[in-house]
């Protein structure tokens, strides 16, 4: 399983076993699935970078992929649909080596101070990916860490070690069901 991703995925600020994909390895063992999590967050990472990194990335076995990327896109003030195009073209380049290869897309939000019309088309960008594409969607990857001063790290940006705990969980509800269905174990 591939987790492609940002410095949310890399755990920028917190030791490696809080990252949340390496979490997820935890439950997944705990569950006695057959996965192996390869973590390919890269801080600064956006979802340009992410396309860029997919053909490379394809050089290893993937059974599942989880796209956490378009945070770094939002703080820049990148055009929804340049994510959009990127994402989609990261499931596909990803699909076309391995055909119905499952998805789990990470939702994010956009800041506030970018007006409520980026927020609402960025917002957009994943549930229309979800449903065309199609993949699982995790809403907001942040659901309860977000904003909330003390499961964030001192930019106000990172989860801290505890905050992980916590996207862990959401990105679960949406990942074991996934990893079931494939028959807990890697193809």
């Known amino acids: 399983m591939l987790f492609l991703g940002n410095s949310l995925s890399a755990g920028l600020g917190v ?8 979490v997820i ?18 801080s600064g990472a956006t979802s340009a970078d992410g396309l860029q990194q997919a ?12 796209l956490e990327l378009g945070g770094n896109d939002a703080l820049r003030g990148l055009p929804p649909q340049a994510l959009q195009d990127n994402l989609r073209g990261i499931i596909r380049t990803f699909r076309a080596r391995h055909p119905g290869l499952p998805v789990v897309l990470a939702g994010m939000e956009a800041p506030p ?14 549930r229309t990916l979800a449903r065309e594409e199609p993949a699982a969607l ?3 990857l942040l659901q309860d860490v977000g904003g909330i001063p003390r499961l964030n790290q001192a930019d106000h940006i990172h989860p801290t070690s505890a905050g992980h705990r916590i996207v862990a969980a959401n990105v679960w509800r949406v990942l074991e069901p996934v990893l079931r269905r494939l028959g807990g174990s890697a193809r």
């Open 55 to 66: 053909d490379w990335l394809l050089r290893q076995p993937v059974d599942v992929l989880v």
């Open 113 to 126: 101070n970018m007006g409520p019309a980026y927020a609402t088309a960025f917002r957009q960008v994943y």
């Open 25 to 42: 390895q935890q439950k997944i063992d705990s569950a006695g699935l057959r996965f192996r999590v390869k973590n390919a967050g890269v």
């Open 138 to 140: 995790i809403p907001f």
């Open 15 to 22: 030791p490696e076993d809080s990252a949340f994909p390496a």
